[in-house]
């Protein structure tokens, strides 16, 4: 697919006020080509990005710098896995169905002014560089192998056995680039009995523990609100890469697989739950918004809202309990560990919600947080941009899209004291930058245009 003049891609990350900056087309810095003006900094609500290495005096380079990641997956877990190493610097070359694209693009809200793509792709494609191929040709096939005998890393999140039968499996890759690093995301992993189901991270959140223990005794067990199950595998697919690479680096170079299987990230956090159950024979269930076994932490109501109040060690119940006025509980030395309070919890409950409910969320937490005692509204998205600490800390970024539209994306994470993540430009048009990288393989503009007429791009 070509490349559009009027494409979704990307602006730069704004600068502070005193260094706003148009982007240049033909400026290598910005792989778009498509220029766009950054928005300015200390928009009203939200965050600048004075943290990108540009504004902050430190190298352009970002940790990653130099990492050449091939992304070949769909919608979360492979997407996110490879956005995070971009926004650390590594190049990632996202191959996209020709036709269609990625079906995030069409994901959640939609955009209206650039051809009703979702504003989630703004964020979950920032700096990768759309690159079309049908992978189904033998032709475009070759063009992976390609990419991938220069790779570091390949990420993907197809069901197993589907690359293979491409030629495209790491078998097959590792012999053109013994030193590949193949982070192979799925719902069940490459081996075992369910392989070859389908899986999406509703199914792995419900295989791995977390449905069962979400939610109330009473009701059936809800979603969390957000993909979590293939981010979590995102983030053990990321961690698994890192490992991979120093390990191909410091022991002779040779790369290996990374095989997360989206149940098992999410079983992976699931705490205490196994050495509860063989041990004790105990299933753990839903128990709200409590803390089960740790008291108090707990949602309490007050009297324009909700608040989370973690009292959960035994200075801060002491403390918890002189702010709210029971200086009885405080010092009662039945409550004085938490082994004591749990079976108290409901009277410990009642009494923090007896004095939250007589108060406006602000009030409650003046006196909680003058007594130095962890508690929280409960955030929504609107909260967020206007908090301070999401500002002091520039967690929300503006930028602009090539129409002037503003729009503002979260910053990146973790922050790095010398070499940050920045975003670069945002998710790019479909095919964007096929021409480009078909060049770098060493195609020339006629065997590009035979390629596109025979749908191979």
């Known amino acids: 697919m070509s490349?559009?003049?009027?494409?979704?891609?990307?602006?730069?990350?704004?600068?502070?006020?005193?260094?706003?900056?148009?982007?240049?087309?033909?400026?290598?810095?910005?792989?778009?080509?498509?220029?766009?003006?950054?928005?300015?900094?200390?928009?009203?609500?939200?965050?600048?990005?004075?943290?990108?290495?540009?504004?902050?005096?430190?190298?352009?380079?970002?940790?990653?710098?130099?990492?050449?990641?091939?992304?070949?997956?769909?919608?979360?877990?492979?997407?996110?896995?490879?956005?995070m190493l971009g926004e650390f610097g590594a190049e990632v070359i996202k191959i996209e169905d020709p036709q269609h694209g990625d079906p995030l693009r069409k994901w959640r809200k939609l955009h209206p002014d650039a051809g009703g793509t979702s504003l989630w792709w703004a964020v979950q494609a920032r700096n990768k560089k759309s690159v079309t191929i049908n992978l189904k040709s033998s032709e475009g096939q070759e063009i992976v192998r390609k990419l991938a005998a220069q790779a570091d890393i390949v990420v993907e999140n197809f069901r197993p056995g589907l690359l293979e039968r491409f030629g495209l499996g790491y078998e097959q890759l590792s012999a053109l680039n013994p030193g590949l690093v193949m982070v192979r995301l799925s719902g069940y992993g490459q081996t075992g009995?369910?392989?070859?189901?389908?899986?999406?991270?509703?199914i792995a959140e419900s295989m791995g523990g977390l449905r069962h223990i979400t939610g109330y005794p009473d009701l059936p067990p809800p979603r969390i609100g957000i993909s979590i199950g293939d981010s979590i595998a995102a983030l053990h697919g990321v961690i698994g890469a890192m490992m991979a690479l120093h390990h191909r680096n410091a022991n002779g170079g040779r790369g290996q697989v990374v095989d997360v299987a989206l149940y098992e990230a999410v079983f992976n956090l699931m705490e205490s739950v196994v050495p509860e159950y063989s041990v004790a024979g105990m299933v753990r269930e839903r128990t709200g918004a409590s803390l089960p076994g740790i008291v108090p932490s707990n949602t309490y109501p007050c009297a324009d809202g909700m608040i989370v109040v973690g009292g959960n060690s035994d200075p801060i119940f002491k403390r918890l309990m002189h702010a709210i006025g029971r200086a009885d509980l405080a010092e009662d030395p039945g409550l004085a560990h938490n082994d004591g309070r749990v079976p108290r919890t409901q009277e410990i409950d009642d009494a923090i919600g007896n004095w939250t409910r007589e108060r406006p969320i602000e009030e409650a937490l003046d006196v909680l947080q003058g007594a130095d005692v962890p508690a929280s509204r409960i955030y929504t998205v609107a909260d967020m941009f206007k908090d301070p600490q999401f500002i002091a800390r520039q967690m929300i970024q503006r930028h602009t899209f090539p129409d002037g539209t503003p729009i503002d994306l979260p910053n990146v994470t973790p922050k790095l004291s010398e070499t940050p993540g920045q975003t670069q430009w945002l998710g790019p048009e479909l095919g964007a930058h096929t021409d480009e990288v078909l060049a770098r393989l060493g195609y020339d503009a006629e065997q590009i245009k035979a390629l596109r007429e025979n749908g191979v791009i």
């Open 193 to 202: 009995p369910y392989r070859d189901r389908p899986g999406f991270g509703a």
């Open 3 to 83: 490349k559009s003049s009027t494409s979704f891609t990307s602006s730069e990350p704004s600068r502070s006020p005193d260094s706003v900056a148009t982007s240049d087309p033909s400026d290598p810095s910005d792989p778009s080509g498509m220029g766009g003006n950054p928005g300015t900094a200390g928009t009203p609500g939200a965050a600048s990005s004075q943290n990108s290495a540009a504004t902050a005096g430190l190298p352009a380079r970002g940790a990653l710098a130099g990492v050449k990641v091939l992304e070949l997956g769909t919608l979360i877990a492979g997407p996110f896995a490879a956005r």
